[in-house]
T-cell receptor, first 114, second 112 residues
């Protein structure tokens, strides 16, 4: 059984650029959530995808968008990057559909915006 | 919405001692309370969770207690080992919600 994998592991962008982060969920998990973790803080919920539909969204602007594919993998897209977007972006999959239980997190993508 | 506060922010113990981390939550409708351990360079790992219909849950050296009346829950680690050193996060929300609300974390250091 493979775990949650994220790519890339590190990324450096400049303000105003766009970025796409990728996540492969754990085998058999059809629910994927994305979290942003600023340095020294707990993860903050961005949104969740279940069966290719957005199933809840946190307090993030529309320039944060996502997709889920038929194989349950997911993408997080951020447009018009700002300096404050610098953070660790975590993807989590769950075996319990459309809930927040038993989340399995990947190791994250460290995004630096200069 | 839910708000979770966690303390202490740092905790240092001697190997073999016990460690206790406490969290309070604001939404009385919350019914799911997981604890995550995050090691350097890794994502959070679920170590134990509890639902609101249970007051205590144990898994070897780790236990979680929940006081619904006071709206607080705690993580207890007994016989600490150096490999327990990490940042621990509590979280809370309703199970039916898609998101978890995390505390700010506790950095636990276990000294040999």
């Amino acid at each position: 059984e493979t775990g949650v994998t994220q790519s890339p592991t590190h990324l450096i962008k400049t303000r105003g650029q766009q970025v796409t982060l990728r996540c492969s969920s754990q085998s058999g998990h059809n629910t994927v959530s994305w979290y942003q973790q600023a340095l020294g803080q707990g993860p903050q919920f961005i949104f969740q995808y279940y069966r290719e539909e957005e199933n809840g969204r946190g307090n993030f602007p529309p320039r944060f968008s996502g997709l889920q594919f038929p194989n349950y993998s997911s993408e997080l897209n951020v447009n018009a990057l700002e300096l404050d977007d610098s953070a660790l972006y975590l993807c989590a999959s769950s075996s319990t559909p459309a809930t927040n239980e038993k989340l399995f997190f990947g190791s994250g993508t460290q995004l630096s915006v200069l | 919405g839910e708000n979770v506060e966690q303390h202490p922010s740092t905790l240092s113990v001697q190997e073999g001692d016990s460690a206790v981390i406490k969290c309070t939550y604001s939404d009385s409708a919350s019914n799911y309370f997981p604890w995550y351990k995050q090691e350097l360079g890794k994502g959070p790992q679920l170590i134990i969770d509890i639902r609101s219909n249970v007051g205590e849950k144990k898994d070897q050296r780790i236990a979680v207690t929940l006081n619904k009346t006071a709206k607080h829950f705690s993580l207890h680690i007994t016989e600490t080992q150096p490999e327990d050193s990490a940042v621990y996060f509590c979280a809370a929300n309703r199970r039916s919600q898609g998101n978890l609300i995390f505390g700010k974390g506790t950095k636990l250091s276990v000294k040999p």
